[in-house]
């Protein structure tokens, strides 16, 4: 059982260098979420997609696109990638319709941009 | 004001004592309550959830809720070093569509 599961796990960007990280859940979950985490500012909602084809955006969504290419895909994408989105991005997802409405997490996608 | 308020530490415990993590929140509205236990370099992972007001254990674990105050916390208790980690509060409306974290208090239990 895979659950949340993120490509690359490692990515070194240069400036102005664009890139798609990807994300796939198999829990049959409406809701996905990207997040980005730096040190000591905990996690930041970037975009989030409560359920298949609609998007909104988080709290940190400049600089970033997202698509939700089906039910099971989230993905997010960097046009034009600046060192200030240098940070870990983690996808979530979750079934807001059940009981509680629990995120799970993707293993985590450490980027650097240089 | 922020949303999700936790002491963001760093916490130290001796081993086999209990540590005591807060969070306080402003949504009112407020119904699930989720604390997420985050090793370094790692994803987050849910440890406990708790919607009723009062206390709810799991094995070490014991999470606390008081709606009036718009408090929550978690208590882990006979600490061992491996519960070091960073520990997320995330209180949910039930209209929300999705989920606010806390920044997180790091906890050091020491041998």
């Known amino acids: 059982n895979a659950g949340v599961t993120q490509t690359p796990k490692f990515q070194v960007l240069k400036t102005g260098q664009s890139m798609t990280l990807q994300c796939a859940q198999d829990m049959n979950h409406n809701s996905m979420y990207w997040y980005r985490q730096d040190p000591g500012m905990g996690l930041r909602l970037i975009y989030y997609s409560a359920s298949e084809g609609t998007t909104d955006k988080g709290e940190v969504p400049n600089g970033y696109n997202v698509s939700r290419l089906n039910k099971r895909e989230f993905s997010l994408r960097l046009e034009s990638a600046a060192p200030s989105q240098t940070s870990v991005y983690f996808c979530a997802s979750s079934d807001l319709m059940a009981v509680g409405g629990e995120a799970f997490f993707g293993q985590g996608t450490r980027l650097t941009v240089v | 004001q922020k949303e999700v308020e936790q002491n963001s530490g760093p916490l130290s415990v001796p081993e086999g004592a209990i540590a005591s993590l807060n969070c306080t929140y402003s949504?009112?509205?407020?119904?699930?309550f989720f604390w997420y236990r985050q090793y370094s370099g790692k994803s987050p992972e849910l440890i406990m959830s708790i919607y009723s007001n009062g206390d709810k254990e799991d094995g070490r674990f014991t999470a606390q809720l008081n709606k009036a105050s718009q408090y929550v916390s978690l208590l882990i208790r006979d600490s061992q070093p491996s519960d070091s980690a960073t520990y997320l509060c995330?209180?949910?409306?039930?209209?929300?569509?999705?989920?606010?974290f806390g920044s997180g208090t790091q906890l050091t239990v020491l041998p």
């Open positions: 949504d009112r509205g407020s119904q699930s």
């Open positions: 995330a209180p949910r409306s039930g209209s929300a569509r999705q989920l606010t």
